[in-house]
């Protein structure tokens, strides 16, 4: 494939990312506009986000599986389409039903095109440009969870909430002339497989269960009768796929990738990696606007430079990653970034964000470029090609469970240390009707910073202090819960991953039968022959 192509497909593979990721990050703004126009009360807003997160969690191991059977090209270029398609239905949507609707549909082409965009770039780079090319992809995506809130804030002031989910259209007709120009139908050997379709039921039942069980977590508790059958009988159903597919001959899922060790330490420090910066990410915000009373733009500037690292640092990392191996990128990089989340200890409700925050989202961010793009090629480099998409579905799925995971049970962890410091710093004085009404309403926020105004000054003051230590006091609890995954990301990277043994083309070497010879032969002299003429050296 000429430059240029590669280029154009690297191109397309980003911007099918690109308007996905849009939308996942633009709809949370848009969320009370739309409430006002279409009603649907809390829960329309709430289903309004989550239809997309279920349908995407549960399908996107099934959209990798298609893409290596019909041929990533074909799946991603479906993916991308129907995204347009349904994102017109919800510009259009006349009831908060049809685009909780539309939504879902939405998360099942995300699911399509979202592994299949990076079988896309496995297909069309060679290994030793792959590094570079994902990591070009991740920051250049990336920049999707930046663009999102903002443009969608300017959006639905000048406009209409329906404007983002309008303003897909161009990316997505772009995208798919691009990919019938520049992306070719790999080359298959051998007959198609069948689908596994009691295979794709049961993975895509099994993995809705929890994800549906997370995404209610924080609104009914985990003694709920609701998370709890989700989640009990997805993981049952997840049980039965297992078994399903290590009977199977034509398995949608080979579990045989899981004893490739890259692979494998891959997708386990994924988990870690992606729970601990899901986590942080979540907190953070909230802390920022709920306790240091950052509005939000003020909140997605502060955490800007987390992406402009990214996207300045991950294409140069991955470059390195293949040049020098990913071991070393995989595990110290991990290890950069939990030590910024530690550095958020410093971090109160009054802090200076130049010499408090920055410094520590500047060394989080470094630490965390330096990991993405090689962690990423790394799991689609120990699966072979035939196996792209499925490898890249897995690598995905498992993001995106550690991130509900993450977020839900740190929720509960930041919930509790914040209520158990509240009640220390309060320590059993005694309180106004009033006060203890605010209390109670600072309890149901997790983070948050009490408005001393509606009580008596004194009174006021104190217990707004108290709420303000109290949610320093669980803000660094989920911090450095945080840093600890990450750090154990880091660790299994150094312990796990090992580096690919290189492939040097023999016929490209110039050293005949030294070509294969040991580092110390190759630099090894030989003797000086006499020049014509010339006297011999003494023996």
């Given at each position: 494939?000429?430059d240029?192509r590669?280029?154009l497909?690297?191109?397309?593979a980003?911007?099918?990312s690109?308007?996905a990721?849009l939308d996942a ?6 969320l ?5 126009d279409l ?6 807003q709430?289903w ?6 279920l349908t ?7 959209g ?8 990533e090209r074909?799946?991603?270029?479906i ?12 510009a259009l949507?006349p ?5 909780v609707?539309g ?11 979202t592994?299949?965009?990076l079988a896309?770039i496995?297909s069309s ?9 994902i990591?070009?992809w991740t920051?250049?995506s990336?920049?999707?969870?930046v ?18 989910f309008?303003?897909?259209v ?8 691009i990919?019938?120009v ?10 198609r ?5 009691l295979?794709?039921?049961l ?8 994800v ?27 049980a039965?796929?297992?078994?399903r597919?290590?009977r199977t ?7 045989g990738?899981f ?9 386990i420090e994924?988990?870690?990696?992606y729970?601990g ?5 979540f907190f ?5 606007q ?7 733009l ?13 996207f300045?640092?991950?294409?140069y990392a ?5 040049r020098?191996?990913?071991r070393w990128?995989m ?6 970034a939990?030590?910024?989340?530690m ?6 409700a009054e ?5 408090d925050l920055?410094p520590a989202?500047?060394i989080?961010?470094?630490?965390l470029?330096a990991?993405?793009a ?6 689609l480099a120990d ?6 998409g ?6 995905n ?27 220390r710093?309060l ?5 106004s009707p009033?006060a203890?009404?605010?209390?109670a ?6 983070l948050a910073?009490?408005d001393?105004?509606s ?11 108290a709420a303000e ?7 660094h609890?989920?911090a450095?819960i945080?840093a ?11 312990v ?9 083309p ?6 005949g ?19 014509p003429?010339?006297e011999?050296?003494?023996?």
């Amino acid at each position: 494939m000429t430059d240029r192509r590669k280029r154009l497909a690297l191109l397309a593979a980003i911007l099918g990312s690109f308007v996905a990721g849009l939308d996942a990050t633009v709809v949370n703004v848009a969320l009370p506009s739309i409430e006002r126009d279409l009603g649907g009360g809390l829960a329309g807003q709430q289903w309004v986000s989550n239809a997309y997160l279920l349908t995407l969690g549960s399908l996107i191991l099934v959209g990798g599986s298609l893409g290596d059977i019909f041929g990533e090209r074909r799946v991603f270029t479906i993916g991308v389409t129907g995204f347009g398609v349904v994102s017109v239905v919800c510009a259009l949507a006349p009831s908060i039903e049809v685009l909780v609707a539309g939504r879902a549909l939405q998360g099942v082409f995300g699911a399509l095109l979202t592994p299949s965009a990076l079988a896309v770039i496995v297909s069309s780079f060679p290994p030793d440009e792959r590094g570079a090319a994902i990591g070009s992809w991740t920051a250049w995506s990336g920049i999707a969870f930046v663009i999102g809130p903002l443009a969608g804030g300017w959006l639905i002031d000048v406009a209409s909430w329906r404007w983002i989910f309008a303003v897909n259209v161009p990316f997505v007709i772009t995208t798919v002339l691009i990919v019938r120009v520049a992306v070719s139908e790999r080359v298959r050997e051998g007959k198609r497989a069948p689908v596994d379709v009691l295979g794709a039921i049961l993975c895509a039942l099994g993995l809705a269960g929890p994800v549906y069980a997370l995404i209610r977590q924080p609104s009914v508790g985990w003694g709920s009768p609701e998370v709890l059958v989700a989640m009990l009988l997805g993981i049952a159903l997840f049980a039965a796929f297992l078994v399903r597919e290590a009977r199977t001959p034509y398995p949608m899922l080979p579990l045989g990738l899981f004893r490739r060790r890259n692979f494998a330490f891959g997708n386990i420090e994924t988990l870690a990696m992606y729970g601990g910066l899901s986590a942080v990410l979540f907190f953070l915000v909230l802390f920022l606007q709920q306790v240091a009373g950052y509005d939000a733009l003020q909140a997605g500037l502060a955490t800007l430079p987390t992406t402009i690292v990214m996207f300045s640092l991950s294409r140069y990392a991955g470059r390195l990653a293949d040049r020098h191996g990913p071991r070393w990128f995989m595990g110290f990089g991990p290890l950069v970034a939990a030590v910024g989340l530690m550095m958020l200890q410093g971090v109160d409700a009054e802090f200076d964000y130049f010499t408090d925050l920055f410094p520590a989202l500047l060394i989080f961010s470094v630490g965390l470029a330096a990991t993405v793009a090689p962690l990423t090629a790394t799991v689609l480099a120990d699966a072979d090609e035939n196996n792209a998409g499925i490898a890249s579905g897995v690598n995905n799925a498992i993001a995106r469970i550690a991130s509900l995971l993450a977020v839900a049970a740190l929720g509960a962890v930041v919930a509790a240390q914040f209520g158990s410091a509240l009640a220390r710093e309060l320590d059993a004085r005694p309180l106004s009707p009033p006060a203890q009404r605010v209390v109670a309403d600072a309890k149901t926020r997790t983070l948050a910073r009490v408005d001393p105004g509606s009580l008596p000054a004194a009174e006021g003051r104190f217990v707004a202090r108290a709420a303000e230590n109290a949610s320093v006091s669980a803000f660094h609890t989920g911090a450095g819960i945080a840093a600890a995954l990450v750090a154990v990301g880091g660790v299994l990277g150094l312990v796990g991953i090992r580096n690919p043994r290189r492939e040097v083309p023999c016929e490209d070497c110039p050293g005949g039968q030294f070509a294969g010879a040991p580092l110390d032969a190759s630099r090894s002299r030989l003797p000086e022959l006499p020049r014509p003429g010339a006297e011999p050296h003494p023996a």
